[in-house]
């Protein structure tokens, strides 16, 4: 009888609630935890600005992609389909953005992500802020340069199978970067030492895209053997979220899973963590080092409060509905 009921609560599912949410980056939950813990991987003369601010470095970190929902060219900037340009992508790709653009054209490269290239932009636009010495914008692009590090270290932000539409594992991606972390992110080492400055940001952003596609085919082949294994009242269960119940991936069946992947979660989220610190680090330093502590208890703008709260306005009222790239 239980069973029975559960498969009704399952079929109900299919069309009361959405399988997954958007599969288009690291759950809201995981991007705060990594901006967070990057603060703390920053030296004298950074920690102590970073540290007072850290409320906003962590809850702004999902901004970008609160910011799908207003301005359509966002979308690439969070990923890159390296698989699109052949079987040997990273022989083919040029790092450098004008010979990418000269080899395949930017409506081409936009198409199918621009994260490496997004993130040389955001440590260029983050140093121009520190030389400034703009409050508003420091933390603004220190926020947002976090959010694209943190996609680029995700395996699935590398495939255009990137929620497993391809092979018949749609809610993969949320299942990966959102349910994981959720239950297992508060037992991972987040001692990593200190940031440490990166000559090459560029090739940095394109290390991180390489160690991430190496781990595609370990996500969908893992899942897709544990999948054969378990029944669907085994693999979903349901919990509250506010006033919704919600059908999510059972947490044996999450146990499982991250068993599989031997810690590719954790490390994955300590190597993102580590390289938001160190790039930045770099900006701060090819900045001139700026003295931080003259900022004082300063706060942000009134007028940067007000941005923010438009865009999370945007967000909720959902106006850009077809959004491009990694929407599913």
Known sequence: MRKFIFAILIALTIFLIPDTEPAYSWGFFAHKKINRMAVFTLPEGMIGFYKQHIEYISEHAVDPDRRRYANEDEAPRHYIDIDHYGKYPFDSVPQWWKKAVSKYSEDTLKAYGIVPWHIEKMVYRLTEAFKEENL???????????????????????????????????????????????????????????????????????????????AVDSVLTFEAILNAKYSPDKKYSFENRG??????????????????????????????????????????????????NRFGDKDVSDSLKLANKESEELWKTGKLKDIKGHDD
């Open 136 to 214: 508003d914008l420091i933390l603004h692009y220190s926020a947002d340069l976090g959010h694209y590090i943190a996609d680029s270290h995700v395996p699935l932000h590398t495939t255009e199978n990137y929620n497993g539409q391809m092979t018949n594992q749609k809610g993969i991606h949320g299942f990966w970067e959102s349910r994981i972390p959720e239950l297992k992110s508060e037992g991972y080492d987040y001692w990593l030492g200190r940031a440490k400055y990166i000559d090459k940001p560029i090739e940095k952003a394109w290390a991180a895209v390489k160690a991430s596609h190496a």
């Open 243 to 292: 006033a919704t119940l919600m059908k999510v991936y059972s947490k044996e069946y999450t146990e499982d899973y991250d068993k599989m992947l031997n810690g590719m979660v954790e490390n994955r989220m300590r190597e993102a963590i580590i390289t938001i610190g160190s790039l930045w680090y770099t900006a701060w330093v090819n900045a001139g080092k700026p003295d931080l």
